[in-house]
Every structure is written in C-alpha cells, then in structure tokens.
C-alpha cells in the first residue's frame, strides 16, 4: 500500500499569513493526488485534484502543485473559513489512502 | 439536486452485521464508480471499498476484506455497504461518495455505525 505522510500535523496561523502543507508520497504517483478540506460537523470538500486542479467553486487562494512522491497545498492569504483539517489522498493505486490529515488552527 | 444520502447507521453489537445504504440523486448514477470513506472517532479519513460504474468490480481495504461486501441496483440509483463481523474498531462515521474520475468529487453527509456491547 502506499503510505502518505502530511506535514505538519497540525498548524496555528493567523488571518492573512500565507500557509503551505507537504505531502510526501511513499513511491512516486504521478500527480494522482488530492487535497480535501474537512470542518467540524461538516462533510469534506475536495479543493485540488490531480496534484493542481483547482475544484470549480473553490477560492483561487487555493492551490497545488507537486509529482512524484511530494506535492504541496498553498493557502495564499487565510481567510477564517479556512481553519480545518486537511487531508491529501492518492488515486494511482487501490487502496486509496489518506495522508493524517492537518490541523489549522488559529493563532 | 446533486446530493448522496446515506442511511443504516445505528448501534450494532460486536460480530453483528449492518447494512447501509446511498440514495443517489439528480445525476447519472451507472456512469459513476462509489467508494464508502469512514472516519473513527478523533482520526483521520479512511478509505473502505469502490465498487465500479457496472458493479462488476469491487475493491476493499485490507482492514474490511472477507467482512464487508460493496453492492449496487443501478435501477434504484443505490449503493449498499453490508458490513458483517462488526469489531468496535468499526466504529465510524461512513460516508458515501462518488468517483469524480480520481478524486471525490461528491460525498453524503455520512452515517454513524456505533460498534459496542
């Protein structure tokens, strides 16, 4: 299976900074790789797919990038809806699997 | 309009069996492919099972192999997860959601399987 390995695991920021999550990969996928935003209560929401996509709707404050085995998820300047968890999940190989998810919280 | 909505969540005694269900609607169902996703209690999302736009193929993850079985009625726009041998470790908030190509395009707002003697 492949393992994906998010970080930090958690975060503490504050409106406006400019906030960057890593995702490494165990073996190279590709750019089969997602990032999901997921709030208390709520159901998660994919923001980027395939490595760079942004997902029609979400804020172009969002982005992606990244192949292989390390991918990066950028929040450009924070807006207070942005604090929740975030998970990067691969698509190149069933099982699909999550990375731990992190934590944005604010400072 | 677009929505999965899932249900058959409950309280359920370990090594008892569940089924739960995913009403899709205002989309066409048979082009798509369904995963069942849980999240335990205070951790992360976990992938469970997909099952393919024809139901001809079905994947699981190794933690519910030979104990869950994914299902599909096309006619009924529904996904099914039977789910026997419950362990506590079962417990979980289970969504349904669609296959986007790649991604998780749409997810229903979920359903609790609370696994305790």
């Known amino acids: 299976d492949i393992q994906m390995t998010q970080s930090p695991s958690s975060l503490s920021a504050s409106v406006g900074d400019r906030v960057t999550i890593t995702c490494r990969a165990s073996?190279?996928?590709?750019?089969?790789l997602n990032w999901y935003q997921h709030k208390p209560g709520k159901v998660p929401e994919v923001l980027i797919y395939?490595?760079?996509n942004l997902q029609s709707g979400v804020p172009s404050r969002f982005s992606g990038s990244g192949s292989g085995t390390d991918f990066t998820l950028t929040i450009s300047s924070l807006q207070p809806e942005d604090f929740a968890t975030y998970y990067c999940?691969?698509?190149?190989?069933?099982?699909?699997?999550f990375g731990q998810g992190t934590k944005l919280e604010i400072k | 309009q677009v929505q999965l909505v899932e249900s058959g969540g409950g309280v359920v005694q370990p090594g008892r069996s569940l089924r739960l269900s995913c009403a899709a609607s205002?989309?066409?169902?048979?082009?798509?492919?369904f995963h069942w996703v849980r999240q335990a209690p205070g951790k992360g999302l976990e992938w469970v099972a997909i099952?393919?736009?024809?139901?001809?193929?079905?994947y699981y993850a190794d933690s519910v192999k030979g104990r869950f079985t994914i299902s599909r009625d096309n006619s009924k726009n529904m996904v099914y997860l039977q789910m026997n041998g419950l362990r506590t470790e079962d417990t979980a908030v289970y969504y349904c959601?669609?296959?986007?190509?790649?991604?998780?395009?749409?997810w229903g707002r979920g359903t609790l399987v609370t696994v305790s003697s």
């Open positions: 959601t669609r296959d986007g190509s790649w991604y998780f395009d749409l």
């Open positions: 205002e989309f066409t169902f048979s082009n798509y492919a």
């Open positions: 099952i393919s736009y024809e139901g001809k193929n079905k």
């Open positions: 073996q190279s996928i590709s750019t089969h």
């Open positions: 395939v490595a760079s």
């Open positions: 999940q691969q698509s190149y190989n069933i099982p699909y699997t």
